[in-house]
């Protein structure tokens, strides 16, 4: 069987911090902007590291696993 938890958490994540989708951090004229549909390079490192801390976060702390027979 195929382990698909780490494939479904890692899709989820990258659509949930894609910066401006739902939340930019941080954003143009304040800490925290929702719902922008912009971007800087400063965002984007900083939602790049927010990915990498949860990926690492529910793939090794809790082992998050989906089996789909």
Same mark, same amino acid.
């Given at each position: 069987?195929?382990?698909?938890?780490? $494939?479904?958490? &890692?899709?989820?994540?990258?659509?949930?911090?894609?910066?401006?989708?739902?939340?930019?951090?941080?954003?143009?004229?304040?800490?925290?902007?929702?719902?922008?549909?912009?971007? &800087?390079?400063?965002? $984007?490192?900083?939602?790049?590291?927010?990915?990498? &801390?949860? $990926?690492?976060?529910?793939?090794?702390?809790?082992? $998050?696993?989906?089996?789909? &027979?």
């Amino acid at each position: 069987m195929l382990d698909w938890g780490p $494939i479904f958490v &890692s899709v989820v994540l990258f659509v949930l911090l894609t910066p401006g989708l739902l939340f930019q951090l941080p954003g143009h004229r304040r800490c925290v902007e929702f719902g922008t549909f912009q971007t &800087s390079g400063a965002a $984007i490192l900083m939602h790049a590291l927010l990915y990498f &801390s949860f $990926i690492c976060l529910f793939l090794f702390a809790v082992k $998050i696993h989906l089996y789909v &027979s």
